[in-house]
């Protein structure tokens, strides 16, 4: 009996890194990867995608198990037609676990009309890996019957920082990205609180305590310099953004909290109960509530943060989060709860 975990290649930015750290954690743990590269699927005749998928899957032998990460952003009818020819040709001698890090018609707009695929394709796995109880819960209402579905809750972070960077109170919240879909600058207050913009194109009709920054590549710069100090911010004025933000794990959750420093969200985050019984962050309604958090903050306030957000980024520089979610997943396969 083997373990196989898919891997996407092809694909930029967190999506495609996201995948294949969790495949390295996989691998750590034992597993074998299966690459899939991303590609204009929808040139593809039948015959031309039956063989991409014997490709792929020529390893896969009888009574193993198959963790596929989704969507591959190869369309719905990729992802679709993997999980049906690994059922159809293995039957139940092949367990599949579907590992939803994603889901494309709550993504985006206009994408709605694939939910009735998507959650037939979810029926067919033997168990669910989604991001949180609230992914969950929805999934279910809205047809998913797998009984086995397990959470997530956080991205792992297995990057290291520079522990001689004690981070210090600042009035200062830092957020990593572009704004373009999240509307941050236009709903910052004016105020003795600063912004710290890392990847967004300057502007100038903002106010003054909102500073650009130039984007940082090196994941292992950008964790040290949001170790020196202050808060990050996980945010969306975006209506559909901050709706899809109450299911998903977001990365910049992660990101903040390994460089050890506390998180801003909103109080519908999909990760509120933890960041909250935690000591991990704050939550709030609103950006002028933060600032006015921060505002009347002491240091030793603060540094009761800095001491609670130390203690989880051991665990996310291992990928606990991950290897305690793969192994929960595998062992439901075989013990009844």
Same mark, same amino acid.
């Given at each position: 009996?083997?373990?196989?975990?898919?891997?996407?290649?092809?694909?930029?930015?967190?999506?495609?890194?996201?995948?294949?750290?969790?495949?390295?954690?996989?691998?750590?743990?034992?597993?074998?990867?299966?690459?899939?590269?991303?590609?204009?699927?929808?040139?593809?005749?039948?015959?031309?995608?039956?063989?991409?998928?014997?490709?792929?899957?020529?390893?896969?032998?009888?009574?193993?198990?198959?963790?596929? +990460?989704?969507?591959? @952003? =190869?369309?719905?009818?990729? !992802?679709?037609?993997?999980?049906? &020819?690994?059922?159809?040709?293995? $039957?139940?001698?092949?367990?599949?676990?579907?590992?939803?890090?994603?889901?494309?018609?709550?993504?985006?707009?206009?994408?709605?009309?694939?939910?009735?695929?998507?959650?037939?394709?979810?029926?067919?796995?033997?168990?669910?890996?989604?991001?949180?109880?609230?992914?969950?819960?929805?999934?279910?209402?809205?047809?998913?019957?797998?009984?086995?579905?397990?959470?997530?809750?956080?991205?792992?972070?297995?990057?290291?920082?520079?522990?001689?960077?004690?981070?210090?109170?600042?009035?200062?919240?830092?957020?990593?990205?572009?704004?373009?879909?999240?509307?941050?600058?236009?709903?910052?207050?004016?105020?003795?609180?600063?912004?710290?913009?890392?990847?967004?194109?300057?502007?100038?009709?903002?106010? +003054?305590?909102?500073? @650009? =920054?130039?984007?940082?590549? !090196?994941?292992?710069?950008?964790? &040290?310099?949001?170790?020196?100090? $202050?808060?990050?911010?996980?945010?969306?004025?975006?209506?559909?953004?901050?709706?899809?933000?109450?299911?998903?794990?977001?990365?910049?959750?992660?990101?903040?909290?390994?460089?050890?420093?506390?998180?801003?969200?909103?109080?519908?985050?999909?990760?509120?109960?933890?960041?909250?019984?935690?000591?991990?962050?704050?939550?709030?309604?609103?950006?002028?509530?933060?600032?006015?958090?921060?505002?009347?903050?002491?240091?030793?306030?603060?540094?009761?943060?800095?001491?609670?957000?130390?203690?989880?980024?051991?665990?996310?520089?291992?990928?606990?989060?991950?290897?305690?979610?793969?192994?929960?997943?595998?062992?439901?396969?075989?013990?009844?709860?």
């Amino acid at each position: 009996m083997r373990v196989h975990i898919t891997s996407l290649y092809g694909m930029m930015g967190v999506v495609g890194v996201s995948q294949r750290r969790t495949a390295e954690i996989g691998r750590q743990l034992g597993f074998n990867e299966l690459g899939i590269f991303r590609y204009p699927v929808e040139s593809d005749t039948d015959a031309e995608l039956s063989k991409r998928y014997d490709g792929i899957s020529a390893g896969i032998g009888s009574g193993d198990i198959v963790i596929y +990460q989704g969507p591959t @952003f =190869n369309g719905t009818k990729f !992802d679709d037609y993997f999980i049906t &020819n690994l059922r159809w040709r293995y $039957g139940q001698s092949v367990k599949v676990i579907i590992f939803v890090e994603d889901i494309v018609p709550m993504m985006y707009q206009g994408n709605e009309y694939l939910f009735p695929q998507v959650i037939d394709m979810y029926n067919k796995a033997h168990a669910l890996i989604v991001a949180s109880e609230n992914m969950k819960e929805y999934l279910i209402e809205k047809g998913v019957e797998n009984p086995k579905i397990y959470i997530q809750n956080l991205w792992d972070l297995p990057e290291k920082v520079d522990i001689s960077i004690t981070p210090k109170f600042m009035k200062r919240i830092s957020f990593t990205g572009n704004d373009g879909k999240f509307g941050i600058m236009d709903a910052f207050p004016e105020s003795d609180v600063a912004l710290e913009v890392y990847g967004s194109d300057k502007r100038e009709d903002v106010p +003054q305590n909102i500073n @650009f =920054n130039p984007f940082i590549s !090196d994941e292992h710069v950008l964790l &040290n310099k949001l170790r020196e100090g $202050g808060f990050g911010l996980v945010w969306a004025e975006n209506e559909h953004v901050r709706n899809y933000m109450h299911y998903c794990n977001s990365y910049k959750v992660s990101t903040y909290l390994r460089a050890g420093i506390p998180v801003i969200a909103h109080k519908s985050i999909s990760c509120a109960k933890l960041l909250e019984k935690n000591h991990w962050g704050i939550l709030v309604d609103t950006l002028e509530e933060a600032v006015d958090i921060i505002d009347n903050m002491s240091d030793e306030e603060y540094q009761k943060y800095i001491e609670s957000v130390g203690k989880v980024g051991f665990l996310l520089e291992n990928g606990y989060f991950t290897k305690k979610v793969l192994n929960e997943a595998i062992y439901g396969l075989y013990v009844a709860d």
